[in-house]
């Protein structure tokens, strides 16, 4: 269990949530919404213990189990399917049980033999007593199910993709929460941010049964409103604005519909008093010239202020960052080829001679399975990577414009006005504040080091650096993930209005409908297509 005592959480001065008492028990499944910037992220860290509260008291007991929006640390030497088994401790054994295999096979003195023998015999029953190759067997469910393939659980971390990565995190927590077994009840909290984003439809669907049949503990932090609406029985609303949470214990649907009831009673009752302290207020006008009647006048006003005054805040209207992609420089008819592009890893080949000509705003989503080699293929033609074989030739005008799924075109020890001025440093200061402005950023927020913002934050930090350039092709690895409906809609609009050449990877099909592709680049073959609609039913899988 998880309670959370007087808690106050800000980011900088600002008060993302102060006074708040929280509780996650046994059963709860409990969704953690808000507009990105609201310090969902930031209280799903405290809750974890990953970071500090600024007052208040987090008791944590029991098994817990966190998947961090953007996992970056750890051994990236460790293999995929040992970092799952991790979670178990399995690794190691399996590990000390091959060692001991060997030692048994090298061994001639009888002693020294039965001594390894009785070793081995002691790894074995630790690793049975841990659910031993059933476990096993269940991790490469849980892997197979997130869309991991055994290829891919054999490689280093450090090979993997941000997308595989994460998943394998994914899938390591959701190993220890399976450790009580199938139809067994789990004890395991866990606490999940964004865990949707890099999954294809299939997964997404697999996800939602497991947490919905769930019965450990779940806070989720989520934009897909088919999980919450399938998984969540109760939501805490972060309202930024007032920096309180608001708590409904009900499911998704229930609770959208008690907060409009509760906007319309909030506006309705703010309407009748400010009608009634307008009549007394007028009446107190209309005493006030008559001395006799001043104290009455005086009792008339202050009843007026008390009606105001106790009336709950209006909650107010949401911002939303005014996203425009920037008016591309003039470049020549095909601002970039590609060549003959392969790219391995090792022994394993992602791809291998690929061709590209992006024309003058031409529009191309690029589709494949996951671990097919999309974001590599774009890393390749955004010169974030060396291919192996062909070569990206630049035509006349280019200039490019990358946008990252996992926000590595930022500087996270930089400030955000540090990484703003570092994309676009011929642009006037007061044009980039002016910029920075329109995407949210203002304030002391300029001096808060990138690292610590929350996904929708970097998001849109990272597009403000689009923004700023004069970019005619841009690269767009998954740029509507972390985003908050409204702001989402934003990058759609946008663009939907660009008129420089795009190359996209997502999951997300209004992207691929907004954009409206003209061509498919299908990998790993690298097979070239005119786009049509049958297409949008593979963007999901994909």
């Known amino acids: 269990m998880i309670t959370a005592t007087d808690l106050e959480l800000r980011a900088g001065s600002r008060i993302l949530l102060s006074d708040a008492t929280l509780r996650v028990q046994p059963g709860d499944r409990i969704g953690l919404v808000g507009r990105n910037g609201a310090g969902k992220t930031t209280s799903l860290r405290v809750l974890a213990g990953e970071g500090q509260p600024y007052a208040g008291e987090v008791r944590r007991t029991g098994e817990l189990g966190y998947l961090p929006q953007d996992p970056r640390e750890g051994d990236l030497s460790v293999v995929a399917k040992d970092r799952v088994l991790s979670a178990r401790g399995l690794d190691q054994l399996l590990r000390d049980m091959e060692k001991a ?163 319309k009673r909030r506006r309705r009752e703010r309407a009748n008093a400010e009608k009634k302290a307008g009549a007394l207020m007028a009446q107190a006008d209309k005493m006030r010239a008559k001395a006799t009647k001043a104290v009455a006048a005086q009792n008339m006003a202050r009843r007026a202020e008390k009606l105001l005054a106790g009336l709950e805040d209006e909650r107010q209207a949401d911002k939303v960052a005014k996203i425009r992609f920037p008016q591309p420089a003039t470049c020549g008819r095909t601002p970039l080829t590609a060549e003959g592009l392969s790219k391995s890893y090792g022994s394993l080949e992602v791809f291998t001679g690929v061709d590209l000509a992006i024309d003058r705003g031409s529009r191309v989503v690029i589709l494949g399975l996951n671990g097919a080699g999309k974001t590599t293929l774009l890393r390749l033609i955004g010169s974030m990577e060396r291919p192996d074989a062909g070569e990206v030739i630049p035509g006349h005008g280019l200039k490019l414009g990358y946008f990252a799924q996992e926000h590595e075109t930022l500087d996270h020890e930089a400030s955000v006005w540090q990484n703003i001025r570092h994309a676009a440093p011929d642009v006037q200061e007061q044009q980039l504040r002016s910029l920075l402005g329109t995407f949210l950023f203002s304030g002391e927020q300029l001096d808060q080091p990138a690292g610590t913002l929350s996904g929708g934050e970097k998001t849109r930090l990272a597009l403000a650096g689009l923004v700023s350039s004069a970019a005619n092709v841009l690269l767009l690895d998954e740029p509507t993930n972390n985003l908050d409906p409204a702001s989402r809609e934003q990058v759609l609009d946008a663009l939907r209005r660009y008129e420089g050449a795009v190359v996209l990877v997502t999951h997300d099909p209004g992207a691929v409908e907004a954009l409206e592709p003209e061509r498919v680049i299908l990998l790993p073959d690298g097979a070239e297509d005119h786009w049509s609609d049958e297409y949008l039913e593979l963007v999901q899988l994909a």
């Open 101 to 263: 295999q060997s030692t048994m096979a090298e061994l001639v003195d009888d002693d020294a033999l039965q001594e390894a023998v009785r070793k081995y015999g002691r790894l074995e029953e630790r690793f049975s007593a841990l659910g031993g190759y059933a476990a096993e067997s269940e991790a490469a469910r849980i892997c197979s199910n997130l869309g991991l393939a055994d290829r891919v659980l054999a490689q280093p971390l450090r090979t993997l993709s941000g997308g595989q990565r994460r998943r394998v995190e994914l899938a390591r927590i959701l190993f220890a929460a399976s450790e009580a077994g199938v139809g067994a009840k789990s004890s395991t909290i866990l606490l999940i941010d964004e865990p949707t984003n890099h999954l294809d439809a299939d997964s997404i669907t697999w996800l939602r049964g497991f947490l919905k049949s769930h019965d450990g503990g779940l806070v989720v932090i989520s934009h897909d409103v088919e999980l919450l609406d399938d998984v969540v029985n109760k939501v805490w609303f972060l309202d930024a604005t007032r920096g309180e949470v608001d708590i409904y214990n009900m499911g998704w649907k229930k609770y959208l519909e008690a907060r409009a009831a509760d906007e």
